[in-house]
T-cell receptor, first 112, second 113 residues
Framework: DGGITQSPKYLFRKEGQNVTLSCEQN?????MYWYRQDPGQGLRLIYYSQIVNDFQKGDIAEGYSVSREKKESFPLTVTSAQKNPTAFYLC???????????FGDGTRLSIL | QKEVEQDPGPLSVPEGAIVSLNCTYS??????FMWYRQYSRKGPELLMY????GNKEDGRFTAQVDKSSKYISLFIRDSQPSDSATYLCAMRVSGGSNYKLTFGKGTLLTVNP
């Protein structure tokens, strides 16, 4: 089955620690995205990548980093510089052109 | 003024009711409009995807776009308890390399058996 796989489903971070969230897709999509969802707020774009080895900051990139070394993978690192990392993180992908984005089932990150 | 406004609800209806969900927006450059359904602890699932103004129907779901009023709607006919979820509207401009979506905050819907 084609889809977007995010892992782990739940993740806990200690103070001062970096953590990496995985996102893999087998839809052959060129573009991939990371969003953050907080209670009572809409999805906010963290980073996006339209092609391998290229990515752009979204609206709330501070404290996060990404890489896009392979078409199917777009990992997100939440660094210790992100002071309020507790949230639901969603990865999405889309093909080129005016095609809709499809989402994975998210990773919930909490602080210990 | 926020770019996209969506009534957060919660909205509670009896099974079989017709549900109307709405969003307004301020950016007249938006051309693509989407509705996503999100169950608790899951990612959003694409329900409807429309371009520019007009109606689109898919089973019990109808999406309407009125660009002159900057207003979009999702209607659910014969609502079922399985429709209980948060509904997110999203929109984006057309063309170029800008794929950014702007989301509403979501409306929580409960359909009671």
């Amino acid at each position: 089955d084609g889809g977007i796989t995010q892992s782990p489903k739940y993740l806990f971070r200690k103070e001062g620690q970096n953590v990496t969230l995985s996102c893999e897709q087998n839809l052959n999509h060129d573009a991939m995205y990371w969003y953050r969802q907080d209670p009572g707020q809409g999805l906010r774009l963290i980073y996006y990548s339209q092609i391998v080895n290229d990515f752009q900051k979204g609206d709330i990139a501070e404290g996060y980093s990404v890489s896009r070394e392979k078409k199917e993978s777009f990992p997100l690192t939440v660094t210790s510089a992100q002071k309020n990392p507790t949230a639901f993180y969603l990865c999405a992908s889309s093909s080129q052109g005016d095609q809709p984005q499809h989402f994975g089932d998210g990773t919930r990150l909490s602080i210990l | 003024q926020k770019e996209v406004e969506q009534d957060p609800g919660p909205l509670s209806v009896p099974e079989g009711a017709i549900v109307s969900l709405n969003c307004t927006y301020s950016n007249s450059a938006f051309q693509y409009f989407m509705w996503y359904r999100q169950y608790s602890r899951k990612g959003p699932e694409l329900l409807m995807y429309t371009y520019s103004s007009g109606n689109k129907e898919d089973g019990r779901f109808t999406a309407q776009v009125d660009k002159s009023s900057k207003y979009i709607s999702l209607f659910i006919r014969d609502s079922q308890p399985s429709d209980s979820a948060t509904y997110l509207c999203a929109m984006r401009v057309s063309g170029g390399s800008n794929y950014k979506l702007t989301f509403g905050k979501g409306t929580l819907l409960t359909v009671n058996p």
